[in-house]
């Protein structure tokens, strides 16, 4: 009688704790929202959204952020296309060919220690690179840059959801005398829902990166115009406008970081919805 009252005082405790996290994470991520939406929507407006900055745009004068909307977007899409061609074929290599050898732990520990470093160290890596080369800071260094940055985001979050798919796909598929190949599209197709996901997750963290951006891709008040080039990103963007001592390029930071913080709610919102809606097809 002691042992079941124990258990159930051991069950209602952490279950309010649970709670509790579950409401603590919820206020703080309220009073985030809050700050950036009462403080961003004062300096918001539609020529912060149409305009490149203005040459006294930091002194106060006219223009807006759209070149950082611009090089955000061009560096998050390239990073993730690029990350995505590396990390779908490892991860769909490790589990077909090789699901429970050491190169497969091996490599998910590599994985884990490189989403552990952080990306102002990956700019770093990259600032030291381009310097060795002779690549000035250009929308190509930030992509590569930013591809490193979340290429074990990407594998390690699609590593989880292909390790969801049933044990019995790969009997089933290999019994009726499939190849490892095909059975490779087959898991694809299995899985897409999830990689669809984790791609959005990624492009997520690639456009709120700003240390990576600040060594690699520079800044800019000029739009994107080559890969080459230059170019500015939102992060980066609020960086510059807080450091001014002018109250209303202050303003017009947190209405840059309201956009991106705008953009980052709505890719994950649409990767909740791709899951759920995607994942009713597949084989649980």
Same mark, same amino acid.
């Given at each position: 009688?002691?042992r ?35 403080r &961003?929507l004062q ?10 900055p203005? &040459? ?17 977007l061009?560096?998050?899409t ?6 995505s061609?590396?990390?779908a ?18 490599l998910?520990?590599?994985?884990d220690?490189?989403?552990g ?6 700019g770093a ?13 250009? @929308? ?5 840059? @930013?591809t ?6 990407l ?5 989880e ?7 019995d ?14 059975? @490779?599209?087959?898991l ?8 669809l ?6 492009f ?32 980066v ?17 947190y209405?840059?970081?309201?956009v991106?913080?705008t ?20 084989i649980?």
């Open positions: 009688m002691n079941q009252k124990m258990r159930k005082l051991e069950e209602t405790f952490f279950t309010w704790l649970m709670r509790f996290c579950l409401i603590g994470a919820g206020a703080i991520l309220t009073i985030i929202l809050w700050v950036i939406a009462s &961003g300096g918001l407006s539609w020529e912060i959204l149409t305009q490149p203005e &040459g006294s745009f930091y002194l106060g004068g006219g223009g807006g952020i759209l070149n950082a909307i611009m090089g955000s061009y560096l998050a390239g990073a993730t296309i690029l990350a061609f590396i990390a074929p490892v991860v769909l290599f490790m589990h077909v060919y090789a699901p429970h050898s050491k190169f497969a732990h091996g998910r520990l590599a994985l220690i490189m989403w470093i952080p990306s102002i160290v990956y890596f990259g600032f030291a690179i381009m310097v060795a080369i002779g690549l000035r800071a250009s @929308l190509l260094a930030g992509i590569l840059t @930013l490193l940055v979340i290429i074990p985001i594998a390690r979050t699609y590593d959801i292909v390790a969801m798919a049933p044990r796909l790969r009997d089933v598929t290999l019994a009726l005398g499939s190849t490892r190949l095909e059975y @490779l599209g087959v694809l197709r299995q899985t897409l829902p999830g990689l996901t984790a791609l959005l997750l990624a997520g963290r690639a456009i709120g990166d700003a240390a990576a951006m600040l060594f690699t891709a520079g800044y800019t008040d000029n739009m994107p115009d080559g890969l080459l080039r230059p170019v500015a990103s939102l992060p963007a609020v960086f510059f406008q807080l450091s001014t001592p002018f109250p209303a390029v202050q303003a017009r930071a209405a840059s970081a309201l991106l913080t953009i980052i709610l709505v890719v994950s919102l649409l990767a909740q919805w791709t899951m759920r809606r995607l994942g009713r097809h597949v649980r």
